[in-house]
């Protein structure tokens, strides 16, 4: 009786990692059946192969008898949102929502967008990624600020220089009025900087004046 049950089982293959014809095939060829029991996601086992099966490999099963397998549906994908426009810190915000997380940030001035908003991404925007890949973003440093060269103002008056400096975004700082006879009043005398050096948007100019 020993030898007749044992004559009617037979050892299950190995099908974890291969597809659903293959798998059919080694099972077919030992008198045993195939089902699907499920499918689920897996970064590791590509879409369409068997990730696990009961019984497990090399186990003893009459023939006839079913192995139960699970598919893989491949790795999870997701859609990248799309960041542009939006601060670097909402934008982290939106990222892991999704599964996903900031990568590289790098940063360049560009008038177009306020600072530490971005200007552009890697992946784009829609693309379908595997769960938790990371997302590069370029992001604004602001606006440049615009460089001039100092003019010499010497001799100039004041109050002429003072609406050029208004428009220009260059700041008037420190006046010192120093007494000049037969130099009209408001008559630039020296200046910091000195004519010629380079200036920023933003920058003080010092004078000195008659009065």
Do not use: C, W
Request: aromatic share 2%; glycine share 8%.
């Amino acid at each position: 009786m020993r030898l007749a049950i044992r004559g009617n089982e037979v050892t299950v293959p190995n099908l974890e990692g291969q597809t659903l014809q293959q798998a059919a095939s080694q099972l077919n060829a030992v008198e045993l059946r195939l089902k699907v029991d499920g499918r689920r996601f897996d970064n590791q086992i590509p879409g369409d192969r068997i990730i696990s099966q009961v019984p497990s490999p090399d186990s003893r099963l009459k023939k006839n008898r079913t192995v139960r397998i699970v598919v893989s549906l491949g790795a999870k994908r997701v859609q990248v949102p799309d960041l542009r426009g939006e601060s670097l810190r909402v934008s982290q915000f939106s990222l892991l929502k999704k599964g996903l997380s900031l990568g590289m940030i790098a940063a360049v001035s560009f008038d177009g967008v306020e600072k530490d908003h971005i200007i552009a991404q890697d992946p784009s925007p829609q693309a379908q990624l595997a769960a938790s890949p990371t997302v590069n973003v370029l992001i604004s440093s602001g606006r440049r600020n615009r460089e001039y060269l100092m003019p010499d103002l010497a001799g100039r008056n004041l109050e002429e220089v003072y609406k050029v400096i208004q428009n220009s975004g260059i700041t008037l700082g420190k006046l010192d009025y120093q007494s000049t006879p037969g130099l009209v009043r408001g008559t630039i005398l020296k200046q910091v900087p000195t004519a010629g050096q380079k200036l920023v948007e933003g920058s003080a100019i010092d004078l000195e004046v008659s009065k």
